[in-house]
């Protein structure tokens, strides 16, 4: 339902009246601030501002724009889209930029106020793409505010707000050197860099790791959490991802492979509960994505939603999502903490989307989950030397946002000629459900196995937002099917080895082409979705295909087949995110001219009851940031982070025209 | 600027308030003053207080060509007004005190080419004016310094074309002039025509009051001058010889071998010479000091010519190469290396490569030295660097997209556009496409991701020199662009390249840079200290390259900034310890100046970037103690 207008209207002016008389608490996130990456620490990308509406959203314009620093950078490697999510506390916009350096910006014009430049740029290449950095972190003591950066040059970053000047007081002169603390001294630190935000609670700074997948080495550094005291920059503690000597868990890392495995970092952002003082950590998967031959067992805590205490850094609880994974099934996204009433029973709730498209649901102080979450037998691995897990977990409720595995139902039937041509093709590919085990190339006659969702499917790291009013999680997913086999390193050169008998793994990567007939997706649509969970009921509220992907493709434009989804064939890629505000959904897609670029945005306002798009606003730039919102002097903004690569990278900010509101 | 506008300015001061409570001190000429000390007679920031600077203030002198630009002005001080250039050469003048800006003036024409300072000449009679004088490539401005208008009573219209002066076209003039008494003084070079004095290159002497020229002496010219007011001699630094001129009719007084440069290291730029007193048995000798790219530093006796102390030159630096042996690997793989270049000076460049060392931009470079008067002691900033230089023989039946579609079309294309145009995204299903890729990656880092891979993609270090500039030509070619010249056997010169190891560090021994004080009395090393970082590896302490020069206080600091860390740095006078720093926003490849105005001290620069990687900038910086 869509508020009037002048219902909206009066609630706008009700707000700048709270604002201009400054009687709304600093820490109070209905005072319009956006003080975390995701909102909040509990990542709910939920702000209760009202002033925009689906009424009014058409009337949006630009009200500034903000070229990134790093245009002063030229020469620099390259970063691609501009992704940053800026923050705004105090009528100021913390933004970083793809280099890492951050500016403060005056939210009212975008005029930069100062900029620091931690030089991460001039540092060590990291090797893992994209190389970008995603944002920045706040914090305050009611005193003093600093603003932190964890950057690609492996620096964390403390900035004093007030000066845009490192805090002396933190570190080496307000950086610590990200490169030590790891607890190894034998790892290539390459291929280790930082992208995504640290977070920080009761005054503890704790800092995940972007770590490169394709190699072909063991001694890949891991994916071990630091913390540090915010004040200092003194290390508090280090929590093993991959346990270590004395620790519990070595034991699923068979062939003690635990003491030269890496990775099983978290690469994306992470969730906090202050009150109860504990981290929720999104760990990936470990070295070598698709084969685990090397490290026999569970190999707890990958692909795991871990609970740290964030004093002292122990585990409160974990839940592993995929056991002994070989799909590259990482958790790509920071969990929502949101609270929940089930059967009549409130309960504080940590939920995580994955790319396997379902959701888990968690008591995020016991770990216990909400509704069962059961093993249930899978088929084991005919790769030489490959164990699979015999049980991989399956929650009961919500339901999967994403279509899990496929079989000969699922490929495409839009005409008896393209199914005719689907199934030729896919079988040369083994199918079967979620959790289908790869295959040695050619096994059985097969080039590789089809997983679905897939690597770049299922939710990706925007992730869910949740709104907390009323305990609806919304996901955008893709179906992405990806045929996968591995190689026998021997014999083979591969991605990681450009000669053949060199990795340290017998087996390796390598990727099937599985495009559709014609250039058609091969499985049905729809190929890319937002999807609304009632997580009190843990059930679908609704599912509608975002973007209208291959509707107008010349074999199928004939049956005026509606919106499709627009999946990665048509160009979508996983960025952005979606704004949940008092009134509506906000998001956008991506637009394509003709030779395949983008070509300028479209910010979008959705219904929450629906997900039907109620309006939309175009812009002369490509967006790829998530979309964050504040207030400011009694106006109600919208920023978006868009462009970079050959266009301008900036901030865009959208408003309602003045005194139109 | 006239004297009325003079007592106007100085009235307007007294009138904000700003009441000088000590007279003000300019910097009115390059390097200070006409001997090139490089020195300031202020003391107000010393040892004791140089920890307290501060940025004063700081002006965007705009034009920023981002990864493009680069801004090796020096700025005067003239009555209290800072002059100075921006990366475009555009001029700009700024309340020396506030950064205020006063006026700017656009020279018009295309402006493609770097100047290194300005020139301020005195009026020296009741019918003459205060002239702003500056170069763009080959056109003098000269402007009035109260307005920044042109000023049309030079040359006509405030224009004066000096490649007149010269059989060339392509005159580049990089040094601001030289005020000699009544005349302004030029050194010319047309790049390629050095060799030909009689036309390619002069040393002309224009006339102050209007620009017409007083007289021209044929030779080879590059470097700023030094005069010397009371012989009314110029020192005049070419490429191969510092030359003494009679700064009233242009004849030659003396003539002496410096630098010894061959074919293949043309275009080095040389520093200025210092005008120096020396003590030569026991008795003090006016002389000239001259610091080169070959790491010497010749010094010779002002009115004879006559050299003092090693006619060779006093060594400044390393005389032969040793390898870095920085970490095992890195020595293993630069001993290596050395066994398969020949090495010498002014030999022809080989197929694997001559090493050269001192290499290219080696020594002592256009920043020049900073004289201490009374204590008798040069500073100078000096570099170790090699340089390698490659002969690339390309046989016939060799194309560039040949090697292209034996390395890099199986992921990336046969056409360039990547192996799935429709999924640039998935780089692990096939490489991106790499049209336009000139426009996204410097040549630099697109040799980096050939060298060391990236992402998916293997390290391609197996390719040898001719297949990696080959693929590196191809891959910045326009897509649709013929890529056939495989019929006829081709060879051509590498750029010259400094010879580094893995990490992107110089290959040779350390210290790569240093800052080191010569006692001119004693003739010998007083102290050297390592000069900079880099910022890739901000903690090694073993010096890195260097552009720009230093200055000097009366109070025993030197101001320096010169580096790739992007620091502008104080160090001691008298032991070389680093007594403050400050962040750049860009790299400082330029000349501090000093000078006090509005009663406060400032220690000023340009911060251009540009070179040894980003950023470009385009901010001048003044730093002062707090009032």
Redesign the interface.
């Known amino acids: 339902m869509k508020p009037s207008p002048v219902f909206a209207c009066g609630i706008g002016l009700a707000l700048a009246g709270a604002l201009l008389a400054g009687c709304a608490p600093p820490a109070d996130p209905a005072a319009g601030e956006w003080r975390h990456h995701g909102g909040d620490l509990a990542s709910s990308k939920y702000s209760p501002l009202d002033q925009i509406d689906a009424a009014n959203f058409p009337e949006l314009e630009v009200a500034w724009r903000w070229e990134s620093a790093d245009k002063r950078l030229a020469g620099a490697y390259d970063t691609g889209n501009y992704t940053a999510t800026p923050l705004m506390v105090g009528g100021k916009v913390y933004a970083a930029t793809s280099h890492g350096q951050v500016a403060a910006l005056d939210a009212a014009t975008g005029e930069q106020l100062w900029l620091y430049d931690p030089r991460s740029w001039a540092r060590e290449l990291p090797t893992q793409l994209p190389r970008r950095t995603r944002g920045v972190e706040y914090w305050t003591d009611g005193e003093a505010e600093r603003i932190f950066v964890a950057t690609m040059g492996k620096q964390l970053v403390s900035i004093d707000a007030a000066t845009g000047q490192p805090d002396a007081a933190f570190g080496d002169g307000g950086i610590v050197d990200l490169a030590g603390d790891l607890g190894v001294d034998d790892r290539v630190m390459a291929h280790i860099s930082h992208s995504a935000p640290p977070i920080i609670v009761r005054d503890t700074v704790v800092v995940g790791s972007k770590i490169h997948d394709y190699v072909s080495e063991n001694r890949n550094p891991p994916g071990h959490i630091r913390a540090y005291d915010v004040r200092t920059g003194a290390l508090k503690w280090r929590f093993h991802t991959i346990p270590q000597e004395g620790e519990p868990y070595t034991e699923t890392w068979g062939n003690d492979s635990w003491k030269v495995q890496g990775n099983t970092n978290v690469w994306t952002m992470l969730a906090a509960d202050e009150e109860l003082g504990y981290v929720y950590l999104p760990t990936s998967t470990p070295t070598n994505d698709y084969y685990g031959g090397e490290r026999p067992g569970d190999n707890v805590y990958a692909e795991s939603l871990v609970c740290v205490d964030v004093e002292t850094g122990k585990p409160v609880w974990h839940f592993q999502t995929v056991h002994h994974g070989i799909w590259d099934y990482d958790i790509a996204s920071a969990p929502n903490l949101v609270d929940i009433v089930v059967d009549g029973r409130p309960i504080k709730a940590v939920a995580q989307v994955s790319k396997t498209a379902f959701t888990y649901v968690f008591d995020r102080a016991t770990g216990e989950p909400v509704w069962p979450i059961e093993e249930r037998p899978v088929p084991p691995s005919t790769v030489p030397g490959e164990v699979l897990s015999p049980t991989q977990p399956f929650p009961t409720k919500p339901p999967p946002f994403d279509r899990q595995g496929a079989s000969e139902d699922d490929l495409i039937d839009f005409t008896p000629e393209l199914r005719a041509e689907a199934l030729e093709i896919a079988s040369h590919f083994r199918l079967g459900p979620i959790f289908e085990p790869l295959i040695v190339e050619g096994d059985g006659g097969k080039v590789g196995t089809l997983v679905v969702p897939g690597a770049g499917g299922g939710a990706s790291f925007p992730g869910a937002s949740v709104d907390p009013e009323t305990g609806i999680l919304y996901v955008d997913s893709f179906t992405s099917p990806t045929g996968i086999s591995v190689v026998s390193t021997a014999d083979n050169v591969t991605q990681s080895q450009s000669e053949p008998g060199t990795s340290d793994f017998a087996y390796e990567v390598k990727y099937q082409p599985a495009a559709g007939p014609q250039g058609l997706p091969l499985l049905k649509p729809p190929y890319r979705r937002l999807t609304a969970i009632d997580l009190n009921l843990g059930e679908h509220v609704w599912q509608v295909p975002q973007g209208p992907g291959p509707k107008d493709h010349p074999a199928i434009k004939h049956l005026n087949l509606g919106l499709l989804g627009s999946g990665h064939s048509a160009g979508a890629v996983a960025e952005g995110g979606i704004l949940v505000t008092k009134t509506i959904l906000v998001d956008f897609l991506p637009t394509m001219d003709e030779r395949r670029q983008a070509s300028g945005g479209h910010l979008r306002a959705l219904d929450k009851a629906t997900g039907q798009v109620l309006a939309e606003v175009a812009v002369d730039r490509s967006l790829h940031g998530a979309p964050m919102t504040y207030a400011h002097e009694g106006r109600q903004y919208i920023a978006v982070a868009g462009g970079g690569g050959r266009e301008k990278a900036e901030l865009v900010a959208f408003a309602l025209p003045e005194g139109g509101y | 600027m006239s004297a009325s506008a003079r007592l106007a300015l100085a009235a307007a001061l007294l009138a904000s308030g700003c009441a000088p409570e000590a007279p003000d001190v300019d910097w009115p000429h390059y390097l200070g003053d006409p001997g090139r000390s490089q020195y300031s007679e202020l003391t107000e920031i010393d040892r004791a207080n140089v920890a307290e600077l501060r940025l004063a203030w700081r002006y965007d002198a705009g034009d ?1 060509q ?3 630009s680069i801004m090796d002005s020096s700025p005067l001080v003239v009555d209290g007004v800072l002059v100075g250039l921006s990366p475009t050469l555009a001029a700009f003048a700024l309340n020396a005190a506030t950064g205020e800006e006063l006026w700017r003036f656009r020279p018009d024409g295309a402006a493609n080419c770097v100047q290194r300072g300005l020139l301020f000449w005195r009026a020296r009679a009741e019918s003459d004016a205060d002239r702003l004088l500056f170069t763009v490539c080959a056109v003098l401005f000269a402007l009035d310094p109260a307005s920044g208008r042109l000023d049309d009573a030079f040359a006509g219209d405030g224009r004066l074309d000096l490649s007149t002066f010269v059989d060339g076209a392509r005159l580049h003039m990089i040094e601001p002039g030289t005020a000699a008494g009544e005349f302004i003084v030029f050194g010319l070079r047309t790049p390629g025509l050095e060799d030909d004095a009689e036309t390619g290159s002069a040393v002309v002497a224009l006339r102050g009051a209007d620009g017409s020229l007083a007289w021209r002496y044929s030779a080879g010219s590059a470097g700023a001058m030094a005069f010397d007011a009371e012989r009314r001699l110029l020192f005049a630094p070419t490429q191969s010889d510092l030359l003494a001129l009679d700064a009233a009719n242009g004849e030659l007084r003396w003539q002496r071998p410096v630098i010894g440069v061959g074919q293949w290291l043309t275009d080095q730029a040389v520093a200025a010479p210092t005008l120096v007193t020396v003590a030569s048995a026991g008795v003090p000798v006016d002389a000239v000091a001259v610091p080169t790219r070959q790491g010497r530093l010749h010094v010779f006796d002002r009115d004879s010519g006559e050299p003092l102390g090693d006619p060779a030159g006093m060594p400044l630096a390393a005389e032969a190469f040793r390898p870095s042996a920085r970490t095992p690997a890195v020595a293993e793989r630069m001993a290596h290396l050395a066994t398969l270049m020949e090495e010498g000076p002014n030999m022809p460049p080989t197929p694997a490569g001559r090493l050269m060392f001192p290499g290219l931009g080696a020594g002592t470079g256009w920043g020049g030295g900073a004289l201490l008067p009374d204590a008798g002691r040069l500073i100078v900033n000096v570099q170790e660097t090699a340089s390698v230089l490659r002969r690339i023989e390309i046989p016939a039946g060799f194309s560039e997209r040949s090697i292209y579609m034996q390395h890099c079309a199986r992921c990336h294309g046969a056409d360039r556009e990547g192996l ?10 096939g490489g991106p496409s790499l049209i ?1 890729l000139g ?4 040549s ?2 697109i040799r ?1 991701v050939i060298e ?5 993609m ?2 391609f270090d197996q390719l040898n020199d001719l297949e990696r500039l080959a693929l590196e030509t191809y891959l910045l070619s326009d897509a649709d662009e013929g890529q056939d010249d495989s019929r006829r056997a081709r060879s051509l010169q590498a750029p010259p390249v400094t010879l580094r190891d893995a990490d992107g560090l110089p290959g040779n021994a350390p210290p790569w840079g240093a800052l080191m004080a010569i006692d001119l009395v004693a003739g010998s090393v007083l102290w050297q200290a390592p000069l900079g970082n ?3 590896h901000p903690g090694l302490g073993l010096g890195s390259e260097n552009v720009g020069g230093p200055v000097a206080t009366a109070s025993g600091l030197v101001f320096i900034a010169a580096t790739p860390d ?1 620091k502008l740095r104080a160090f001691d006078a008298d032991d070389g310890s680093v007594l403050w720093e400050a962040d750049l ?2 790299g400082g490849y330029s000349t501090p100046i000093v000078y006090r105005a509005g009663g406060r001290q400032f220690v000023a620069m340009a911060a251009g970037g540009g070179r040894f ?5 385009a901010d001048y910086l003044a730093f002062a103690l707090p009032p």
């Open positions: 920023l981002p990864g493009v799935y145009p429709d999924r640039p995204e998935r780089y692990g299903a336009g426009e996204r990656l410097s630099t880092d980096t060391r891979g990236r992402g998916s293997p390290a880099y910022l890739s992007m926003p860009a990687g980003p950023p470009s900038g």
